[in-house]
């Protein structure tokens, strides 16, 4: 199945597409964002991804807008490096998996698929499969806690602890089978759903890459400059929600990690467009069911500068005792 672009009228509204202006769409991905935000003004787009699989899609956009359109295969979180100094008027991100990914089995993103259980969006670093069969019960547990919010985290890890010990895990359909023998299948989503999710956003530091992002919008973005995100989880749209709120001075002390007497005087680096966030309605969740999740929140950069990064406000997103993806890889080599 083609990606049908998610919340895409949302998305220019509040992204405004003006003629000579650049745009930064940070995941590219089947193009559906960038071509309306091309198609909607006379304006430039700079384009990423991580997934080398985009590329055929890159293609028939550089045919189609060769003046004005340009793909850079990376990180979002490296979008300040891909844009080399130049001041944007707005970055768009659309976070997630593309329909594209979930649907080749073997990229092993989806448990309805037969496929090596890998999960890599960029095709690079450990995949799914060296996660559940090289961490520690303990690790498995807390990643499939905070990640999927999984409330059975300690069953699932069980029975894969016990399922590894006998032969290693290695497709998605043996994956899916052990949860289903851990879960029963009686809820209405499929007993790998959370799983699943969490081993995908461990595997690709979607939560890390996140933050990341929203710290670099900010800094290449020129005043007035917009940044919409769209999510799909609450996990991202939390994160998401509490820096606009942060840095639109709405939160008092700047941080709830900060003593209350540390009260922050750094001008607001945003405006908040809708306080709640926008999310699809009845038409779009009728006709595209990914929709149904979906959270659009977005924010006008104001002239202020960037705030200075404040690791505590990262805390909450990576794990404690967990291994980093770089000690995972070690581990499996
Ligand atoms: C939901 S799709 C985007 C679809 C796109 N808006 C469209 O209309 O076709 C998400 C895309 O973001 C890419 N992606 C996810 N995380 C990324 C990251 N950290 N850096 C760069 N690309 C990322 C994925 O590879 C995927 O292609």
């Known amino acids: ?12 509204n509040a992204l405004s597409p003006t003629d000579a202006q650049t745009y930064l769409d940070g995941t590219f991905g089947a193009g559906g964002y960038t071509k309306s935000i091309l198609k909607a003004a006379n304006c430039n787009v700079i384009a990423l991804d991580r997934d080398p699989n985009v590329l055929p899609h890159v293609e028939k956009m550089r045919a189609d807008f060769p003046e004005r359109f340009k793909f850079v295969q990376t990180e979002f979180s490296n979008m300040e490096d891909a844009v080399s100094g130049q001041k944007i008027d707005g970055v768009v991100l659309d976070i997630g ?3 594209m990914q979930l649907d080749q089995g073997e990229r092993g993103f989806s448990f309805m698929r037969e496929g090596p259980l890998d999960m890599r969006m960029s ?6 499969a060296d996660v559940v069969n090289h961490l520690e019960h303990s690790a498995l547990i807390e990643i499939f806690k905070v990640y999927g919010e999984e409330r059975r985290a300690r069953r699932c890890a069980d029975f894969i602890v016990r399922a590894r010990d006998i032969a290693p895990i290695i497709t ?17 989503k499929h007993p790998a759903t959370r799983v699943f999710q969490a081993l995908r956003i461990y595997i690709n530091d979607e939560l890390g890459e996140l933050y990341r992002a929203l710290l670099a919008a900010e800094r290449i973005l020129a005043p007035d400059g917009r940044l919409v995100v769209v999510t799909f989880h609450s996990l991202e749209d ?9 840095r639109a001075g709405e939160i008092v002390g700047g941080s709830r990690h900060l003593p209350p007497q540390e009260v922050n005087t ?11 966030g926008v999310a699809a309605g009845k038409t779009e969740q009728s006709e595209n069911p990914r929709s149904r999740s979906a959270r659009l929140r977005s924010g006008l950069r104001t002239h202020a500068r960037s705030w200075p990064l404040d690791d505590r406000q990262g805390e909450g997103i990576f794990l404690k005792n967990v291994p980093s993806l770089e000690m995972l890889e070690r581990m499996c080599a």
């Open 172 to 188: 998605t359909n043996a994956l899916a089978g052990i949860l289903s023998s851990a879960l029963g299948s009686g809820g209405k």
């Open 123 to 128: 095709g690079a670093g450990p995949s799914a």
């Open 266 to 276: 750094t001008p607001p680096s945003f405006h908040l467009r809708k306080r709640s």
């Open 97 to 99: 998996v593309s329909s």
């Open 238 to 246: 939390r994160i998401v929600k509490s820096f606009f709120r942060t």
């Open 1 to 12: 199945m083609s990606h049908i672009p998610v919340l895409i009228n949302e998305v220019l």
